[in-house]
Each structure stands twice: as C-alpha cells, then as structure tokens.
Nanobody
Framework: QLQLVESGGGLVQPGGSLRLSCAASGATLDYYAIGWFRQAPGKEREGVSCISSSGGTTHYADSVKDRFTISKDNAKKTVYLQMNSLEPEDTAVYYC?????????????????WGQGTQVTVSS
C-alpha cells in the first residue's frame, strides 16, 4: 500500500526558506498527481500546490504563488516543495497527498493517500 512521509519542516525566520519532501513507499508515484496542503490551528485545511503525474502541470494557491515551487522526481519517488520568502502566515502543518489529477481548485476529498504532516513555523 502506498505510504507518504513528509519531512523538512522546522522553525525559520520570516524571509527564510525551507524545502519540504514527500517520499513515497509501497508504490511508484509515476501515475499519481501530488498535492501539498496545509492546516493552521483553528483553520481549515487549504490547498497550497499540486503537480501532475508527469510533472508537466503545476498549480499554486494565490497566497504562495511566486514564492513556492513544487517539483517531482519519479525515480526517487519524491515530491518537493521549495518555500522561499516565508511569512508568519505560512505557519501550519504541511501535508502531501495523492490524486489522479492536478487542477487549480484543490479539493481535499479527491486526494486518497495522505502523509502524517510536517510542522512549519515561521517566527522571529
């Protein structure tokens, strides 16, 4: 069974950078689109970015556009989220999840397999 494990979270100052990884085991990612979501305390889970199975299509939430970059290495079965110019508002638990498509509207119920999440805290 496919399992996803996120890593790379931590504490960073405003303006700093982090790179999150989403590593898969139990199956290849070749046929899966991957999405990144985040959830801050007291808030609903929101879509951040997604990438298609081939890596040819990506989408970003307006709040992270031009700051975050998603990429996919099918050979390594890993998806990355490079986060630059981080802001306190980016503080949340970040999750990766699988889907059969990557579209601009992030619908959590479409995503089947989820990781356990990694905490990102942006604070001075």
């Amino acid at each position: 069974q496919l399992q996803l494990v996120e890593s790379g979270g931590g504490l960073v100052q405003p303006g700093g950078s982090l790179r999150l990884s989403c590593a898969a085991s139990g199956a290849t990612l070749d046929y899966y689109a991957i999405g990144w979501f985040r959830q801050a305390p007291g808030k609903e889970r929101e879509g951040v970015s997604c990438i298609s199975s081939s890596g040819g299509t990506t989408h970003y939430a307006d709040s992270v556009k031009d700051r975050f970059t998603i990429s996919k290495d099918n050979a390594k079965k890993t998806v990355y989220l490079q986060m630059n110019s981080l802001e306190p508002e980016d503080t949340a638990v970040y999750y990766c999840a699988t889907n059969w498509r990557c579209i601009s509207k992030f619908i959590p119920s479409e995503y089947a397999y989820w990781g356990q999440g990694t905490q990102v805290t942006v604070s001075s």
